[in-house]
């Protein structure tokens, strides 16, 4: 079964790479690397063998137990514990714990309106800004409660970036919309230094070589694909810690998808990165971990390779299949 | 989901044959179209009863005012030798050459000369506007005081309407003698646009209400403006959903509906008589038309800001900005078009106001024009609605002149705006 994992780009192995900035990164990050594979083929997925038969009880699993079982030993970024949302008197997720992991993409699958959006608003407090919306529950982000009053959203936000559905360049050129959140942390003090940062950020998203010659156009000029490059890199600009996407790629053609994808892959040796989709395919493709929502719950969480090729839920097998969703 | 459906009848998957083709089906279409006809029509009908209605306006304003821009003079020969002026010269090189000038007897003299070259009848053919105009020549040119000179002088407002046809039969008289001798000249009627209000029609200019009207705007805009963007985005953005600020966006969609009289009341009772500002002055009259603007550019604003796309306000907040940033860097910049929009039809509906000012004294006569926001002044709208009501038929042209002159500064001003709003428009 681990033979079948997809990790289709790996650090360690020589990618085809524009950024040098990212390939510099993975050999730092090199010894690392050897962590990450190690519990996957030390352990390969014990005790869920047992389960994997087609006679599944139809209860929900613990998922923090099963998500503790799948990474025993490593260490995670960010961790949800019983998270639950209310939209007023409506609950639209029903207490949900998962773990997300540096250096892996976790997925979140489901059908529309199961909740795998909203649950992705919480982790850097979008939902925040939806006045009726309630949370509760535990995340963590280093061991450090986000949910609490004492968080600051706005250093939050530089920690957990996010990406969303519909690419949103802000109506300023390409320059601007990169360089906007370095400039309002004043990370940057200098023009040189926030050159460095937009040359920098434009280079990890791809898109440097595509726009370094029209830096002050209007970055809505753009097409929808380099659109959404240049949010990521908007994201990546701050250095952030952990990257969330809300289906990407939703509003794109398969080439730019595929451009997304491959860049979502080079990224995933510096960030911890969650990607909500409807896509599949695209789950299996980008994703190390998969987390399948339905209803306002988590069905199943575990590795990519296992949820798609032998899910332990039969919700999970149904959508998987094709049967609704 | 490879299933085949048996419960559809048979009737339902028949071809449509001829359903399409019979008459009925025709008369159905037909009727459709005429129903098009007839509100394409109708649409028509009412697109030119207004174009009617417009050409109508700017034609009998046209017609009856742009003569209000043109005034005859007449040719005066003045031996100011034999004039009791006593009027020296050489003193009239010092500063205060105007004040000696106008204090002099310029009218008695012109009516002398008058008198002497176009006989009794026309004595009274020179008005106030005709001294004021030759005192100005005699400071340009002091040495015309040493001998006998011909001097052109804009005649009385009873001669110009003569002149331009429609005079009584002792002026039509005298203005055919004047043609007959050559001279009875029209010209551009400077006077109409750096004068003042005045008694007498051929004196009066529109410079002061300008003025008025410019002081006035300005204090308008520059309270009613910020007010009112500020107040917009406060509800739109910061403000909690409760009763309170419902109860805050009723009162303000109320007060946009409020007669503009009211608001008039209301700037003589507050600030005239309990905070004792000076009366009849532009910063009162801006102030109370203040009042009057800032509700629709609230609602104006508030329009614009629900327009802001939210997914450029989650982008902003995306990478981090607060929520100050997320509205001063990138809502705010996206409204602007439309909050200036309504600012220009709240602007545009505070220029032409009457009434308000009309409560807080800004219909006093007032000859000279304002110097500063806090002197007494009357605005454009007030002044045409003043000469309206003069019973002299000279100030008929004058009305129709001033209103156009109105017009034409609503259009700058309205031009202006719409240029800001369009190089904001741009940036998008």
């Not at chain 2, 009856?64 to 043109?70: D, E, I, N």
């Not at chain 2, 929009?341 to 000012?357: K, M, N, Y």
């Amino acid at each position: 079964m681990n033979m079948k994992e997809k990790m289709p780009i790996t650090p360690t192995t020589p990618m085809p790479t524009t950024s040098t900035a990212v390939a510099a990164e993975a050999n730092r990050r090199g010894p690392s690397t050897a962590d990450e594979n190690a519990p996957e083929f030390r352990a390969p997925d014990g005790p869920h063998e047992l389960d994997s038969g087609p006679m599944i009880p139809p209860q929900v699993v613990p998922t923090d137990d099963v998500a503790e079982s799948v990474d025993a030993g490593r260490a995670s970024k960010m961790r949800a514990n019983d998270v639950s949302v209310f939209y007023g008197e409506k609950r639209a997720l029903n207490g949900v714990s998962i773990r997300i992991y540096e250096e892996l993409v976790t997925a979140f699958i489901g059908p529309s309106g199961c909740g795998k959006s909203t649950f992705l608003r919480c982790l850097n407090r979008m939902n925040d800004t939806i006045p009726s919306a309630r949370v509760t529950g535990r995340i963590e982000l280093d061991g450090e409660d986000i949910t609490s009053p004492d968080m600051d959203v706005v250093q939050l936000r530089a920690r957990v970036g996010m990406v969303f559905q519909k690419p949103n360049p802000f109506p300023k050129s390409i320059y601007e919309n990169v360089a906007y959140g370095p400039r309002i942390h004043g990370i940057s003090n200098s023009k040189l230094d926030l050159d460095e940062i937009v040359e920098k950020s434009l280079k990890r998203a791809g898109l440097w070589d595509e726009v370094k010659d029209r830096l002050s156009e209007s970055g809505t000029a753009l097409s929808g694909g380099q659109q959404q490059r240049l949010c990521i890199a908007r994201a990546i600009a701050v250095d952030p810690e952990v990257i969330l996407m809300d289906e990407p790629c939703s509003a794109l053609d398969p080439i730019a998808t595929a451009k997304i994808e491959e860049l979502i892959h080079e990224l995933r040796g510096r960030y911890a990165i969650a990607i909500v989709t409807h896509n599949m395919q695209q789950a299996a493709r980008v994703s190390q971990r998969t987390a399948f929502f339905h209803l306002g719950e988590l069905v199943e969480y575990g590795k990519t390779s296992e949820i798609f090729t032998n899910p332990r839920q039969p919700r999970t097998t149904d959508y998987i299949t094709g049967r609704y969703g | 989901m490879t299933d085949v459906r048996t419960d559809i009848p048979a009737s339902a998957t028949a071809k449509p044959g001829a359903r399409w083709r019979d008459a009925a089906a025709s008369r159905r279409v037909r009727r459709r179209y005429v129903v098009e006809r007839w509100f394409r029509a109708a649409g028509l009908l009412a697109i030119g009863i207004s174009v009617l209605f417009l050409a109508f306006l700017l034609y009998s304003m046209g017609s009856k005012g742009l003569g209000g821009f043109v005034h005859y003079e007449a040719r005066l020969p003045i031996e100011f030798a034999k004039t009791d002026l006593f009027l020296d010269p050489a003193t009239l090189r010092a500063p205060d050459a105007n004040q000696k000038v106008r204090a002099a007897d310029l009218e008695g003299a012109i009516a002398t000369a008058a008198k002497a070259a176009y006989g009794a009848e026309a004595e009274q053919m020179f008005s106030e506007a005709a001294s004021y105009s030759l005192a100005d020549q005699i400071v340009r040119n002091p040495d015309m005081l040493n001998g006998s000179s011909q001097v052109w002088l804009p005649v009385s407002s009873r001669i110009d309407i003569a002149a331009k046809q429609e005079g009584d039969a002792a002026s039509e008289k005298l203005v055919s003698l004047l043609k007959q001798r050559g001279a009875l000249r029209s010209a551009f009627n400077t006077t109409f646009l750096t004068a003042s209000d005045a008694t007498d029609p051929s004196a009066v200019g529109v410079w002061g209400a300008l003025k008025g009207t410019f002081f006035t705007i300005l204090v308008t805009m520059a309270l009613a403006f910020p007010v009112g963007v500020l107040a917009a985005v406060y509800l739109e953005e910061f403000a909690p959903r409760n009763r309170w600020t419902d109860a805050i966006e009723v009162s303000i969609n109320n007060l946009a509906a409020v007669p503009s009289i009211i608001f008039g009341l209301l700037g003589l009772a507050v600030f005239l008589n309990v905070m004792n500002l000076p009366r009849s002055a532009p910063l009162v009259g801006g102030m109370t038309l203040a009042l009057m603007t800032m509700p629709v550019i609230v609602i104006a604003g508030r329009n614009a800001i629900k327009t802001v796309p939210p997914s450029i306000r989650d982008a902003a907040l995306g990478v981090g900005a607060s929520k100050m940033q997320v509205t001063f860097h990138h809502v705010l910049p996206l409204a602007l078009p439309g909050i200036l929009t309504g600012t220009i039809i709240g602007v545009a509906r505070a220029l032409g106001e009457t009434a308000p000012l009309l409560m807080i004294g800004m219909r006093a006569f007032i000859a000279a024009p304002p110097g500063g926001i806090a002197d007494s002044a009357t605005v454009l709208p007030v002044q045409i609605f003043l000469w309206s009501d003069e019973v002299d038929r000279g100030f008929v042209e004058k009305t129709s002149a001033a209103i156009i002159v109105l017009l034409l500064f609503m259009l700058l001003m309205n031009g202006l705006a719409i240029y800001l709003r369009n190089r904001f428009e741009r940036r998008w």
